[in-house]
């Protein structure tokens, strides 16, 4: 008997299967391709290799946010899973005996992304710790790892002058708060009056505020429309129409125009609720402190394994292009360098094909990978013992994750899933899907499906993709 008969049927039935035949395991996903969608798709077992489905596997498309998927890996193998990131503030002045830095104060952005008021206020009182009370000189903001980033996407290029989103926030290695201010509305003592609008972890205002929120009866509803803009004086937040007089605070978020500012005035507010002065102001710079300046109080940030859990379950982008930055050895780096990191990694795992990164958060049009590769991706993450369980605890379960719109399909679909998704509504139409499987019998499997509209095709939305995918998926993970 000739060997390849002694193969295991379901083996056999995925070594012969045609690979580029559209449908093939995926039935219901077939119709995108009939109404004119491009789909690269692409779904097999771990253990034999067997290709339970595929759709063009090897055609490259647009993966959205699958690429933080390609961001997690290369991040991990550089790193490991406990790698912090570590905020300094230092001074190469004197700190005399009455607790005054005779010159400047600098913090040192080291690219922890992840970076919030909270770490800054611990930033402030371990310098209060160390006996300071007084700055003669400024507080200097130092980004000189990278930043300001140069704006390669519409959305950040945009953000610069103004923006009523939070997504498009843009990048330093010294930014906090993910890039974002936050204010908080609360109604006026009176139906009537103005809303009471305040920074959301300050005492004082940190950034400006023009205030048209008008406080409105009980139970009438609330209604918030808010933009960030830049003026003369700096970053406004732009708020209008109405809350309820009975209604809880709310929060809302925008990317600001320059991070590094953003951080020295959160910063210099947290000084000065701990009581130590800061005689000149603030500025930022991308110089390198000083080689002689000595550390005066530093924060760690969270370890690897929780900034990729925040990163992949919420999509952040700026934390993921910020983690991407730091992943380039240079100074002063950029996007595109960061996409060359990514590729250099993903250069070194067999059979992966053709990849374009230009970015870790796929906010770039222009990333490119197949279903094939992305699943190479992540099998060769599942081979690595040491990485694999902070990698897969990144992804979400449709039956427990935070976005609701994927939690869809039958129980099985929810439970036997991991996913990472990715949207992108310009200049074309994307919905992206990738993660890992567990058959009912227990066995590993992975899977990718890169949807991409065109010209023709513009509408798109995730019920016809997590539909019909739930149904395929459901069918294998079921036969297996």
């Not at 004197?94 to 970076?115: F, R, T, W, Y």
């Not at 945009?158 to 201010?181: C, E, F, P």
């Not at 990694?345 to 197949?370: C, F, K, W």
Request: proline share 5%; with cysteine.
């Amino acid at each position: 008997m000739s060997r390849w008969l002694v193969l295991p049927l379901g083996l056999l039935l995925g070594l012969l299967l045609p690979l580029g035949a559209a449908g093939a395991g995926f039935p219901e996903l077939e119709r995108m391709v009939e109404r004119g969608f491009l789909v690269s798709a692409e779904a097999k077992l771990l253990d034999t290799g067997e290709v339970l489905g595929a759709i063009e596997p090897q055609r490259q498309l647009s993966p959205a946010s699958v690429t933080k998927a390609y961001l997690a890996a290369a991040a991990l193998d550089r790193w490991g899973p406990q790698h912090r990131f570590t905020t300094r503030l230092a001074s190469d002045a004197e700190l005399n005996g009455s607790g005054v830095v005779a010159g400047d104060l600098i913090l040192e952005g080291g690219g922890d992304p992840a970076l919030t008021t909270e770490d800054l206020w611990r930033l402030a009182q371990r310098l209060h710790q160390r006996g300071v009370r007084e700055v003669e000189g400024r507080l200097v903001v130092s980004q000189w790892r990278f930043g300001p980033v140069e704006c390669i996407t519409t959305d950040r290029c945009q953000a610069r002058t103004r923006t009523a989103n939070a997504y498009s926030a843009l990048l330093s290695s010294a930014g906090v708060n993910y890039g974002s201010w936050c204010v908080s509305v609360a109604p006026g003592a009176a139906a009537g009056q103005p809303a009471q609008i305040t920074s959301c972890d300050s005492q004082t205002t940190i950034v400006g505020i023009d205030n048209q929120v008008e406080t409105q009866p009980p139970n009438s509803g609330t209604e918030l429309n808010a933009e960030r803009v830049t003026r003369d004086e700096g970053d406004v937040m732009v708020l209008r129409g109405q809350i309820s007089l009975n209604a809880s605070p709310r929060e809302v978020y925008r990317a600001s125009s320059d991070p590094a500012q953003q951080t020295a005035r959160t910063m210099t507010a947290m000084l000065e609720q701990a009581g130590i002065a800061v005689r000149q102001g603030y500025t930022t710079s991308v110089e390198e402190p000083p080689a002689a300046a000595r550390t005066l109080a530093a924060v760690d940030g969270r370890p690897l394994q929780e900034l990729l859990l925040r990163t992949m379950n919420y999509s952040n982008n700026f934390m993921a292009d910020v983690l991407a930055l730091n992943l380039v050895d240079t100074p002063r780096s950029s996007l595109l360098q960061a996409g060359d990191a990514i590729e250099h990694y993903v250069a070194g795992i067999p059979d992966h094909g053709p990849l374009i990164m230009q970015s870790g958060s796929g906010l770039t049009t222009e990333n490119r990978t197949s279903a094939h590769g992305s699943n190479i991706l992540l099998e060769s993450m599942f081979h690595r013992t040491a990485l694999f369980p902070s990698f897969v605890a990144s992804f979400q379960s449709p039956a427990n994750g935070v976005s609701r719109f994927i939690q869809r399909g039958s129980s099985t679909f929810q439970n036997h899933v991991m996913l990472k998704t990715g949207t992108l509504n310009q200049p074309i139409a994307v919905r992206s899907v990738s993660g890992y499987f567990r058959t009912l019998s227990g066995r590993w499997g992975v899977f990718t499906v890169l949807v991409n509209g065109t010209a023709t095709t513009p509408w798109l939305n995730w019920a016809q993709v997590l539909d019909p995918l739930a149904d395929d998926l459901e069918r294998m993970i079921e036969a297996h």
